[in-house]
């Protein structure tokens, strides 16, 4: 979750906002996803019921609960048409810098009464915590009701749900809800737990969400998110049985001292600069395998060109995805600054960013990504052998490539500078190599023709990208890329 303030309403007219938002939309997507996921059986990405790998390619969506029927359908389409296929969320809204917490999108709050009993409005500033707190054992039908409908919603177009019942916030601050589960105590905490299992056993496209922007906990704390947790593992025979968490910044979700054995989608999570890598490797490498995937990174619009408040969130952001991805292999998930709060939102939607994202995904989605290893990892060998840099470093070249040897992708960076030397080994014995846009989703070819496999082979990136940056990814592969 990111720590912004929220800025002035631009006001811009309806039916040009609308127009801009559906660009490029196809509302008529079929969902070909079957849920539930599984696990592969190699245990390094998910994979649907019909043994379809799927690639984590996620939209940080905060507070998407907050929306009206219409605006989180328009902005659902508008996910779906840069080629996502998951989105993260809070099912409740506590910080105050998002849009109306605790309410939903038709103005419900999602508890009907205070611990003393009283009618509970939705208010989250307390004289008494332990009187005046929701009750978590009083659910308003109402609010959960939209829920509902939102997740059908979702499953209908093929979007995993990263799914937080409860999001404790940053250091247990008014973001989330950390204080509520203790004044409610573990007994309603873990009541409450059981019954939101409960209602969502048949959903089949959630993982669940653990902790949020916590990874350290007193012991009323560390009781009270126990307490949830126990909630939820209560519940026999659901279809969603994965879980994840977010924990501290620079931590992996299996990090986590009290509460890493309840989880088997290894998030990688950083909010600074050069840590995307080397976590994402330490994801990737964690016994026993589980999917790893790129969390939380430094979001898009929240740096000097945005709200600047995180100053490692330093344009092109894009690259961390990328670091992010070639890392860990199973995917990411990618947020805007002035999206996630859903208060000043439609005009960020479609921003270099985001569009920088829809050519990752569609590039991710055009290759066997399922069979990558990156490169050093397990028995896969060093592929960059010459100025590919440390992986703690900026200029980094984040690689990787399967055992059949049909595919070799390199990520050049920013803040990399000349020349990188690429090991062949192990591929085919005829390649063809060409550099990818990122910026456009373009290929320049390298080679006019497929070339021989000697081993090694130096490759010397171009001086800019369509948007005038230095970044490309090196594409080589045992017949020749797609050239646009």
Not at 203 to 230: C, H, P, Y
Not at 309 to 326: D, E, I, K, Y
Request: aromatic letters at 12%.
């Amino acid at each position: 979750m990111r720590r912004i303030l929220v800025l002035s309403i631009v006001m811009i007219s309806k039916c040009l906002l609308i127009g801009q938002i559906l660009m490029n939309t196809s509302s008529k997507k079929i969902n070909s996803t079957a849920f539930p996921l599984k696990i592969s059986v190699d245990g390094h990405y998910l994979i649907d019921q019909n043994k379809s790998p799927f690639p984590i390619l996620g939209r940080t969506s905060w507070f998407v609960i907050s929306l009206s029927k219409t605006d989180y359908q328009l902005y659902l389409e508008n996910t779906l048409a840069l080629d996502y296929n998951a989105i993260e969320m809070n099912v409740m809204n506590h910080d105050p810098r998002g849009n109306h917490p605790p309410f939903n999108g038709n103005g419900d709050a999602p508890f009907l009464n205070q611990l003393n009993g009283s009618h509970w409005n939705g208010s989250l500033v307390y004289t008494d915590i332990n009187a005046e707190a929701p009750d978590m054992t009083s659910p308003n039908e109402k609010y959960w009701s939209y829920v509902d409908t939102f997740l059908a919603y979702c499953e209908s177009k093929g979007l995993l749900v990263f799914f937080f019942p409860a999001y404790v916030g940053y250091v247990a601050t008014d973001q989330g809800w950390m204080e509520e589960l203790i004044a409610n105590g573990t007994k309603k905490t873990e009541m409450y737990g059981a019954w939101i299992a409960n209602r969502y056993k048949h959903q089949k496209n959630l993982v669940w969400m653990l902790l949020g922007d916590m990874g350290n906990f007193t012991i009323s704390q560390r009781n009270a998110e126990a307490a949830l947790i126990k909630g939820l593992k209560s519940v026999s025979d659901q279809q969603s049985i994965h879980y994840s968490s977010e924990a501290n910044s620079g931590q992996n979700s299996t990090d986590q001292k009290d509460f890493g054995q309840h989880i088997n989608l290894n998030g990688s999570y950083t909010s600074g600069s050069v840590l995307v890598p080397s976590l994402g490797r330490k994801a990737y490498l964690h016994q026993p395998s589980m999917p790893a995937f790129l969390l939380e990174e430094p979001y898009d619009e929240e740096g000097p060109d945005g709200n600047n408040v995180n100053p490692s969130a330093t344009q092109p952001v894009r690259r961390f995805q990328w670091w992010g991805w070639l890392s860990t292999t199973a995917g990411y998930i990618s947020g805007n600054g002035y999206v996630w709060p859903f208060v000043e939102w439609k005009n960020h939607l479609n921003t270099s960013g985001a569009s920088d994202m829809m050519h990752l995904n569609r590039f991710i989605k055009s290759l066997p990504w399922w069979e990558f290893v990156p490169s050093g990892l397990n028995t896969m060998r060093d592929l960059i052998v010459q100025g590919g840099s440390n992986e703690s470093n900026a200029d980094y070249v984040s690689s990787v490539s399967n055992p059949s040897g049909s595919h070799l992708i390199a990520y050049i960076p920013p803040a990399h500078r000349g020349s990188i030397t690429v090991d062949l080994k192990g591929m085919a014995q005829t390649l063809s190599a060409a550099w990818f846009d990122p910026t456009n989703g373009k290929y320049i070819r390298i080679t006019k023709s497929p070339f021989l496999n000697k081993a090694r082979r130096k490759f010397t990136p171009p001086k800019f990208n369509s948007a005038g940056g230095t970044d490309w990814a090196l594409v080589i592969q045992a017949e020749s890329p797609k050239i646009n």
